[in-house]
């Protein structure tokens, strides 16, 4: 058996009796076209080796392994799914490599290497931001870019621009170490079950470490004091961190700014003369 003849996703699944369970956020994608386009969006993954969060009954997983990836490692906490998995990994001659894990556990360099590689999934919904969080401020990076699917509110706070309501701490974050595209709304009904809401696939490319912003803590710092009191203005918020107008005024951000409307990069200056602050 080839992966092109293997049953569907949807009568793998039946036919290994399984349903999908709302605690582990289990809301699958059966339509291999759907699946093939988001692994179009991660691309090129010819020869590389990929990470992926959750496989479930294997629909994203099959379109990666269709896609040439060298080896796919499948990260999955449901031992239901194992029997599956492991007839599609006989299906791609032996290249999917299934790691019975909590995905919070594991850390995908140690899997993924140096070489070409990409971290691609549909999260679940309860460990979808710790896990970008990790991974977005591990360094080095896990992998050279990461194509993600979230809610879509969630896609929306990570690849926010200044002056709208989603932007926020995870949009300073993950733009300060990944250029973050937006690539693809996914209808709750293209799942099953679905979901109460859409949701997006957000493609986070890591920028070269000359650009990558690498004082994470002073960034969370920062942007923790901003953020918690959104509608006060910077001069205010950034009280607790010492003297606001000082740190503003090196920081060329004028006092009366709030945070929404205070660029990626603004943000890093103000984590940058905080931390010389308080390092004397
Ligand atoms: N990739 C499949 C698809 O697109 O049809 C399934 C996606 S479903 C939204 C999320 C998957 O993540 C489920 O298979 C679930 O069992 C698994 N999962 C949930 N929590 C996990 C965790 N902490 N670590 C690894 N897998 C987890």
Redesign the pocket.
């Known amino acids: 058996m080839s992966l092109d003849t293997l049953p569907g996703?949807r009568d793998m699944a039946d036919a290994h009796g399984l349903l999908a369970?709302k605690s582990?956020?289990?809301?699958?994608?059966?339509d291999l076209n759907v699946?093939r386009k988001i692994t179009r969006l991660a691309g090129p993954l010819d020869g590389a080796r990929v990470m992926?969060?959750?496989?479930?009954?294997?629909?994203?997983?099959r379109a990666l392994l269709e896609s040439g990836a060298e080896k796919v490692f499948a990260?999955?906490?449901?031992e239901r799914?194992l029997p599956l998995l492991e007839d599609i990994n006989r299906a791609s001659g032996g290249r999917l490599d299934v790691i019975h894990?909590?995905?919070?556990t594991?850390n995908p360099r140690d899997y993924l290497g140096d070489g070409p590689s990409a971290i691609v999934?549909?999260?679940?919904?309860?460990?979808g931001t710790p896990?970008l969080t990790g991974w977005l401020t591990a360094d080095p990076p896990p992998a050279p870019s990461m194509s993600l699917?979230f809610q879509k509110e969630v896609a929306d706070r990570i690849a926010a621009s200044p002056g709208g309501k989603d932007f926020g701490r995870l949009a300073v974050l993950a733009q300060s170490r990944c250029q973050v595209r937006l690539e693809m709304t996914i209808p709750a009904r293209a799942?099953t079950p679905p979901p109460k809401i859409d949701s997006a696939v957000v493609r986070l490319d890591f920028l070269p470490e000359s650009e990558r912003f690498s004082d994470i803590s002073a960034l969370e710092t920062v942007t923790k004091a901003a953020f918690t009191q959104r509608r006060k203005m910077l001069r205010k918020s950034l009280s607790t961190l010492g003297d606001a107008h000082k740190l503003l005024e090196m920081a060329e951000i004028s006092p009366e700014t709030r945070p929404e409307t205070v660029s990626v990069q603004a943000f890093q200056r103000l984590a940058k003369v905080w931390r010389e602050s308080i390092s004397g």
């Open positions: 996703v369970r582990l956020g289990q809301h699958f994608l059966y699946t992926e969060v959750g496989p479930g009954p294997g629909g994203l997983t990260v999955e906490t449901d799914f894990a909590d995905a919070l594991v999934a549909n999260l679940p919904y309860n460990v896990l699917m799942f």
